[in-house]
């Protein structure tokens, strides 16, 4: 193995070189013991997925810490093939087969599990220079077991516990990928439970199961049997639930399904792909959702974001205003000195942003079943008091919370300075 790359954070790639340090490439158990290394040390530094890509000259192996790809070691091509089939073994999956790709998850492999009993899935892709591995790395699920440990905005916390108390409508969580939409929806599932103990029946379908919730009912879909989100909705309607959580909805028919469901009296908790809440309301009405059904059955919707959080080893100059990044009082970071525990990228954890809509405004309402677009619902929320992502994230650099580079990064300009 070659030394780490030297334009990555030197904590980081000197943690992992000292960690392989310990291993003997003479050792016949190297590759198992190397690939189980690199799964340790990358969840002691929080990492969430590991990327093992194959290029002309060898593989790199990069973490995802925090939302950001960071390039952590580089193998020679015949070590990377090998570590590569290691994660496929460890996943179950055809060594032989190259060719397509594949998903699994990760199981112990001998006597003991690397992955230490946590949740761990492999996915693998046909490259130009051979097979690339992603294997993601599922968060500690005992850290966000409530509502109040995802630390949402106190109004909007408030507002989604009333919600849920509700025996009918849609709850939207939305957000791209990576933003915390399921593990939030998970946290609403748990509180659902809190309350009402075993007198609601609770039932998810999902795409798939990341965590096992105890007093649910959970199914997976089976595209080998075609079977999937719009037709298990279809058929837990039918198990007379008083709780759905859907994973997600990915088109017309899901949405169809889950918008029908509230109307028949469930409560339906899922999450949608959308940019902000205004947006999500208008992409529901463009996959054929009637306005009036948004109306009369959206309950609450959530729009959120991970924002990296600023380390003790860094602090925020000035507040955040709308003026040249390069100037001294635009919230650019000045870093003091470099330490471990961010692995020198200055940036320890992160926080949720949200916004929240209701549709309960009556302008709000008619704006909807005119077909509004989305500029135009969000100046009616706006009115209406909700306070938008870009202005929370200049909250939070004005506290010294996070810095400007990494609003930028999560919301872009456009969304911050339009606020």
């Not at 959308?274 to 996959?287: D, F, M, P």
């Not at 919230?331 to 961010?342: F, P």
Request: aromatic share 4%; charged share 25%; hydrophobic share 35%.
């Amino acid at each position: 193995m070659s030394s780490p790359v030297t334009s990555v954070p030197r904590p980081l790639a000197a943690s992992f070189s000292e960690a392989v340090r310990q291993l003997s490439e003479t050792d016949g158990d190297y590759v198992p013991q190397l690939v189980a290394t690199a799964l340790q040390e990358a969840r002691r530094h929080r990492a969430s997925d590991i990327h093992l890509t194959p290029a002309a000259d060898g593989l790199v192996m990069q973490w995802r810490i925090d939302g950001v790809l960071q390039t952590v070691a580089r193998f020679d091509r015949e070590l990377g093939q090998r570590l590569v089939a290691r994660t496929k073994v460890m996943a179950g999956l055809l060594t032989y087969r190259n060719d397509q790709p594949q998903e699994g998850r990760m199981t112990a492999v001998g006597e003991e599990s690397p992955v230490g009993g946590a949740e761990t899935r492999v996915a693998t892709f046909p490259t130009l220079y051979g097979e690339r591995s992603a294997i993601r790395l599922f968060a500690d699920t005992s850290q966000f077991q409530t509502l109040a440990d995802i630390r949402l905005p106190d109004e909007i916390e408030q507002h989604l516990r009333h919600a849920l108390e509700q025996t009918a409508g849609v709850i939207l969580l939305t957000g791209p990928s990576g933003s915390g939409k399921t593990t939030t929806v998970y946290s609403c599932l748990r509180e659902i439970l809190a309350m009402a103990g075993d007198s609601r029946c609770v039932m998810t379908i999902e795409d798939p199961i990341e965590q096992a919730l105890d007093g649910t009912t959970q199914s997976q879909v089976r595209s080998s049997v075609d079977f999937n989100l719009g037709d298990g909705l279809r058929a837990v309607m039918r198990q007379d639930p008083d709780v759905i959580m859907v994973g997600e909805i990915r088109d017309a028919e899901t949405a169809e399904q889950v918008f029908r469901a509230a109307l028949t009296g469930h409560l339906v908790l899922t999450t949608f792909h959308a940019g902000s809440c205004a947006e999500a309301v208008v992409r529901l009405i463009e996959l054929g959702i009637d306005p009036w059904l948004i109306r009369s059955t959206l309950r609450s919707v959530v729009c959120q974001r991970l924002m990296r959080e600023s380390c003790s080893c860094s602090k925020l100059s000035g507040e955040f205003e709308n003026q040249n990044e390069t100037s001294d009082n635009t919230g650019t970071r000045i870093v003091q000195s470099c330490c471990e525990d961010c692995s020198g990228t200055h940036y320890l954890g992160r926080f949720v942003l949200a916004e929240h809509l209701t549709p309960d405004n009556p302008s709000l309402s008619a704006a909807v079943l005119d077909r509004a677009d989305t500029s135009t619902l969000e100046s009616i929320a706006k009115e209406g008091g909700m306070t938008k992502l870009g202005d929370r994230s200049k909250e939070a650099v004005a506290a010294g919370r996070t810095t400007m580079e990494e609003v930028y990064r999560v919301l872009g300009r456009t969304a911050v300075h339009s606020n």
